[in-house]
Every structure is written in C-alpha cells, then in structure tokens.
C-alpha cells in the first residue's frame, strides 16, 4: 500500500495550493478518502473527508468555504484545493484512505505546506 502527496510548498496568504495523493496497492474506489494535518507543536487533525464513489464530503470547519477535497477513481488520486490560505493553514498534510468498517486504514507520509509573507 502506498499514499504519496504531492504539491506542498510556500504561499502567500490569501493564496492557493493544490494538493494531490497518488494511491496503489489496494482497491482505490473501496475506501473513503481524507486529509489530516499536524501543525508544529500540535496534535494532528481531521481536514476534510470524501466517500469511496465521491458523492459526499465533509469539512473541518476551520476550512469549510476555502478547501475542496476531490477523488478522481479512475486515476487512484484523491485532491485537496486549497484557497484563501491563512498563516494558520501551515502543516505538514497527510493523506488518510480507510475503510472504517473493516479497520483499514492507511497513511502517506505527508507533504508541508506553509503560509508565509
């Protein structure tokens, strides 16, 4: 199994940032799909969260209104669009597949993302 993030980096507030997280070695379309992250010195957080067929999502409220998370089955990719990025916005951002009901659960090793003038 394996999850690799992608496009993180350094950004302005107020700008955008879209993250992607590549999937293999499970069965992609089986497994609702979120993003986490862990600020420095912080405990890791929920971000937002998208079903396995990609017709529901869920929002943290701290990003509700300025992120969109996304799923593209036929590709095993799994996004995260980010706008209007505050400084508070900086972490390091992981990709979480998981089927709850069965246990499964799986991480990548996440990519930084930080909001700076």
């Known amino acids: 199994v394996q999850l690799v993030e992608s496009g993180g980096g350094l950004v302005q507030p107020g700008g955008s940032l879209r993250l992607s997280c590549a999937a293999s070695?499970?069965?992609?379309?089986?497994?609702?799909m979120a993003w986490h992250r862990q600020a420095p010195g912080k405990e890791r957080e929920y971000v937002a969260g998208?079903?396995?067929?990609?017709?529901?999502?869920n929002y943290a409220d701290s990003v509700q209104g300025r992120f969109t998370i996304s799923r593209t089955n036929a590709n095993n990719t799994v996004f995260l669009q980010m706008n209007s990025l505050k400084p508070e916005d900086t972490a390091v951002y992981y990709c979480?597949?998981?089927?709850?009901?069965?246990?499964?659960?799986?991480w990548g090793k996440g990519t930084l993302v930080t909001v700076s003038s």
């Open positions: 979480n597949a998981n089927r709850l009901p069965y246990a499964l659960n799986y």
């Open positions: 998208i079903t396995s067929a990609g017709d529901r999502t």
């Open positions: 070695g499970f069965t992609f379309r089986m497994y609702a």
